[in-house]
Structure formats: structure tokens, C-alpha cells
């Protein structure tokens, strides 16, 4: 629901597939407490999602559309690096009269929690690395082709960069070009010496350990921790620096 151009279409085109006394079953991640999300700002308000909801908004939405609530449950999901999402995941079924459109109440928990989560977002400043970068003209490799690269591009210094490679870990992705890059497998770092400018939002600790393995006797700046941290490499040991 959060990447589409027309939640409400959606809806009407869901309702044509059910059957009489079907479900509409709805999953989606949730915003009225997005300061409490320990992921970074670029994973959670990016170019991939249009769409903000609470569980307020979500059900407003289906209301109109002539639903009612029958079971909700507020999902909290762990992800393998400890970052924390919430998720709302509810269940509607038809009801003979759809609540009015211009029926409606202001979110103002939504607002309060936006408002907090920028302020937090201020305070990480992933830009000012990525100019330090830029001004010292270091060589660059970027680890992780994904929304956060594509915030990163869009927002920061980054493009002005001296990027050598990119790579991800994806067999999908590599091959095909970012911004005129090809994508390589992260195993042609293993002779990089430069910095491994690391764009993904989770497995940064396998991805620390891949370069380890390799003998990367370079730096990784670890873009999604809190604050990004700066590790450096040699001999295949991790040298930690903040």
C-alpha cells in the first residue's frame, strides 16, 4: 500500500476479485510512531514509498470504500541487524454503507511522530561524511544498490564522488548499471583499497564479515549505523574508529 500511486483504485480493484463474504487483507508499515524506528530516515521516508499510514488512515481509507475493521494486530518485526519496523496487519470485510469520504479526523499522533523522527534524522547528517569523501577525493566503492543509494544520490554530495566500483550481492542486480556503473559482485573489492562506502539498511554485520573474509585491507563506512561508523581493514582484521 505504501509504494502505490492509487491506494484507493487498489482498494476498488481488490473488492472486484473478492467474493461475497471475502477478506480483504491488508499488511503495510505503520508511521504514527516513526521516531520510535531504529532503522535509518532514508529506509523509511525514500523515494519507494508515497504513501504513509497509521493504523487511523489505513482504516479510514477501506471505510470509504465500504469496509469495516474486524481484526487488526500491531506487528513488530526484528530485522537481522536488531533494527526494529512496525507493521499493521488488518482485516476487513464489507459492510452495507460506506463511512462518507469527507468524514474524517486529523492524525495527529502521525504528525507528532514525523515531526520527532526529523529532528533525529537531523542529527545523523549522513551527508557530511559523504563530503568528506567527496573533498579528499579518496577512491570509492559502494557497497548496496537500493533506495538508500538512491536517497544518497538524490540528496547528498555523492555523484561528485570518486567512485571506482559498485557492488552488491544481489546475482539479480549484477550485471545491469546504476547511473552508468556497472554493478559487480562485492568480490572485486578484494584488491580495492579505497572506501567501501556501505548504502544497505540491513546485514552490515555480514557484510563486515564478507570483507574480512576477503582480506580487504581497506575502509568501510558503515552509512546505517547510528552514528555511521568508519572500520578499518588490514590483513582481514577490523579496526573500529567511529
Known sequence: MEHLYSPR????????????????VLYCPLFDDLSKHLLPPF??????HINYYSHLTLTRLVETE???EIAYERVESVLP??????????????????????????DEATGRALRDFFKIAEGRNEAKYIEKL????????IWGVGAYLRACWAETMLPRCNIQRI???SARKQGTCFRGYEISPPEVLRDFTGVVLVTVMVHT???????REMGFRGSALFLSCDPPRLEKFADGKEQRHG
Open 167 to 169: 557492488v552488491d550481492g
Open 66 to 68: 465500504g469496509y469495516r
Open 205 to 211: 554485520n555480514k557484510i563486515g564479515q564478507s570483507l
Open 81 to 106: 541487524d536488531g533494527s526494529v519496523v512496525y507493521n499493521a496487519l488488518a482485516a476487513y470485510r464489507r459492510c452495507a454503507a460506506p463511512r462518507p469520504a469527507g468524514d474524517f479526523e486529523k
Open 134 to 141: 567527496c573533498v579528499e577525493k579518496r577512491p570509492v566503492a
Open 43 to 48: 529506509d523509511t521516508v525514500n523515494q519507494e
Open 9 to 24: 483504485k487498489a482498494v476498488k480493484a481488490m473488492t472486484q476479485l473478492l467474493a461475497g463474504d471475502g477478506l480483504l
